[in-house]
């Protein structure tokens, strides 16, 4: 078989795709491969969108922090979708077995990586998009116009999120072995813990950044303060 046909039987034919895996022997490299694939594109879409949205800094203080921040953000897009993977994963394994689910951690790992195909083809192209969308959205053009772009990207992406969904569906019940309703119940609680998790992170980056911002201010109000100093100091003296 070949590999197009692979492919178009885990996008539009994932039972069948599902359930031929179920014959041959787990393997992890093309799931890790898809999952690195969203990590790539999430963080090129986020650093194409800071440097075409964030101005150029005129102070090196705001030139570093705002490097700092976007290097967390692209940090954070690459990292995030195996974390999520894993996580996910590992829920999806232990929340069958209450519903008398028989599967295995590695085929969960397989089966969950190959349903983020449909994502990871939509990052793979995000970058382009942000690209061609969002200097046309900073236009000088109308607002309601400016507002289209955008709309697409949401609608592209919530049919990508609903595709993904219905992959990760298919590919729980044949690697738990339940029912389709069991399996549905298991996606979505597994979902609802990736979502506390991913809060959980970006709140913990978000403390970070705003430490650095409040450590940034006050090393450049002490900047200020110095410069103010030695000003005065330095200041000739007024003619008696």
């Given at each position: 078989m070949?590999?197009?046909?692979?492919i178009?039987d885990l996008?539009?034919?994932?039972d069948?795709f599902?359930?031929?895996l179920e014959?041959?022997?787990t393997?992890?490299?093309l799931?890790i491969l898809?999952?690195?694939?969203n990590?790539v594109?999430?963080a090129?879409a986020f650093?194409?969108q800071?440097l075409?949205t964030?101005p150029?800094?005129g102070?090196t203080d705001d030139e570093i922090?705002?490097?700092?921040?976007?290097?967390?953000?692209?940090?954070?897009?690459f990292?995030?979708p195996?974390?999520?993977?894993?996580?996910a994963?590992i829920?999806?394994r232990l929340?069958?077995?209450?519903?008398?689910?028989?599967g295995?951690?590695?085929t969960?790992?397989q089966?969950?990586?190959?349903?983020?195909?449909?994502s990871?083809l939509y990052?793979?192209v995000?970058p382009?998009?942000?690209f061609a969308?969002?200097?046309?959205?900073?236009?000088?053009?109308a607002?309601r116009?400016a507002t289209?772009p955008l709309?697409f990207?949401?609608l592209?992406s919530g049919v990508?999120?609903?595709w993904?969904?219905?992959?990760?569906?298919c590919?729980?019940?044949?690697?738990?072995?339940i029912?389709?309703?069991n399996?549905?119940?298991?996606?979505t609680v597994?979902?609802?813990?990736?979502?506390?998790v991913m809060?959980i992170?970006?709140?913990?980056r978000g403390?970070?950044?705003?430490l650095?911002?409040?450590?940034w201010?006050?090393?450049?109000?002490?900047?200020n303060?110095?410069?103010q100093?030695?000003?005065?100091?330095?200041?000739?003296?007024?003619?008696?």
């Open positions: 070949t590999f197009s046909t692979k178009t996008l539009f034919h994932p069948t599902f359930t031929r014959n041959e022997e393997n992890l490299v799931p898809i999952v690195l694939l990590g594109g999430l090129v650093a194409a800071v075409l964030v150029v800094a102070r922090l705002i490097t700092l921040v976007t290097s967390s953000q692209v940090i954070s897009a990292i995030i195996f974390i999520m993977w894993v996580v994963s829920s999806i929340i069958p077995r209450i519903l008398s689910g028989t295995c951690l590695k969960t790992f089966n969950r990586g190959y349903g983020l195909f449909p990871a990052n793979a995000n382009l998009l942000v969308i969002i200097p046309v959205t900073i236009g000088n053009i607002p116009l289209l709309l990207l949401a592209v990508v999120t609903l993904t969904w219905y992959l990760w569906i590919g729980t019940l044949h690697a738990q072995r029912t389709s309703v399996a549905f119940i298991a996606v597994a979902t609802i813990i990736q979502f506390v809060m992170m970006y709140t913990v403390c970070y950044l705003g650095c911002h409040d450590y201010d006050q090393g450049s109000t002490r900047e303060r110095m410069v100093k030695t000003v005065l100091t330095t200041a000739p003296a007024c003619p008696q």
